[in-house]
C-alpha cells in the first residue's frame, strides 16, 4: 500500500532511526508506542535544525493531538525513514505529519501519522503567536 503526502503539507525533514530489539512487543513488532516515539524524535531532531530547540524556560511547541495509522508491521531489525512534514499555520499553531517506511523497502509506508503542534510561553502557560521566521519555515 502507497500513501501519498498531499502537496499542501511542506516536506521539512528526513531522518533515519535504526529500530532497537527493546522497540518490539511481545508480538515481535515494533509495539505502538514507539512509532509516536519516533515521530516525536524526528520532530525534535526538525527543529534543532532550524534553530528552535526545546526551551522550558522560553518558547516552543507542545502537542495538542496526535495520531498514527499502524500500516505494516515494522519487525526488527530494521532502520525507518521517517520523513516529517508540516502544513495549516494558524496564529499560534500549525500540523506536523510523518511517514514511517523500511530503508529496504522504499515506498512502502508503514505507518503514518501526525500531531497539532501550539507554540507556547512556558513560563505564562499560554500560547503565543508564531514567529514570522516558523511562519514563513511552514507555509
Known sequence: MRIDIPEQKKLVHEM??????????????????????????????????????????????VIANAFCNFIHQLEFPAEVRVRSYVSSPGRSSFDTWATMERTDQPGVICASGGATAVWVDFPAQKSVPLSERLRQLIE
Open 16 to 61: 533515519i532511526i535504526p529500530m532497537r530489539w527493546g522497540d518490539m512487543d511481545a508480538m515481535g513488532h515494533m509495539n505502538n508506542t514507539v512509532y509516536f516515539r519516533y515521530m516525536e524524535i524526528a520532530r525534535l531532531a526538525w527543529l534543532h535544525e532550524i534553530g528552535y530547540p526545546p526551551d522550558p524556560k522560553g518558547i516552543g511547541l
